[in-house]
């Protein structure tokens, strides 16, 4: 499965079977994507190469440990490595094929936007489940996709 971020410069391949996506509807995230929530998956690290453009990628970290990885040339959030773990976390909206993906989890309901409508698809928390409880729900019914 190919990436890439709007203009084009940064480009990164993730391969195997793709785990199912989650949502983000946190104050965060909403400040990150300037939308309603964060739609991303998170893919082992051996699954996940850069292709080109990596000269390309500045990095904004929070006091908070917020991070958040972007194209200096356009803006468009980009995958970056999960603290102290062996995995990628990877905007769902840079894939290019994206036919078999879905939504599995929606994080942080309780502080959604007011104006933020769910989709009926995937089980909503109130925050958020630790990280390998949610790895667990994203795997799920995923082998059956199609890779
Ligand atoms: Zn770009
Ligand atoms: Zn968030």
């Known amino acids: 499965m190919q990436g890439k971020c709007l203009?084009?410069?940064v480009e990164f391949?993730?391969?195997g079977t793709l785990p199912n996506l989650?949502?983000?509807h946190c104050s965060l995230c909403r400040k990150a994507t300037g939308s309603a929530a964060n739609a991303a998956l998170i893919a082992p690290s051996g699954?996940?190469?850069w292709v080109?453009?990596?000269e390309h990628i500045a990095s904004y970290v929070g006091n908070n440990g917020y991070r958040s990885d972007f194209c200096s040339k356009c803006g468009s959030p980009l995958p970056n490595p999960l603290k102290g773990r062996a995995?990628?976390?990877i905007p769902a909206g840079l894939l290019e094929d994206n036919a078999n993906l879905q939504i599995a989890a929606h994080l942080h309901v309780g502080s959604k936007a007011s104006w933020d409508v769910i989709a009926s698809?995937?089980?909503?928390?109130?925050?958020?489940?630790?990280l390998d409880s949610l790895l667990k729900v994203l795997r799920e019914n995923?082998?059956?996709?199609p890779s």
């Not at 995923?142 to 996709?145: E, K």
């Open 13 to 15: 391949v993730v391969s």
């Open 52 to 54: 080109c453009g990596q």
């Open 121 to 130: 698809s995937g089980v909503q928390y109130r925050e958020a489940p630790d």
């Open 142 to 145: 995923a082998d059956a996709q």
């Open 22 to 24: 989650y949502q983000c």
């Open 87 to 89: 995995e990628y976390w």
């Open 47 to 49: 699954n996940f190469q």
């Open 7 to 9: 203009c084009g410069e």
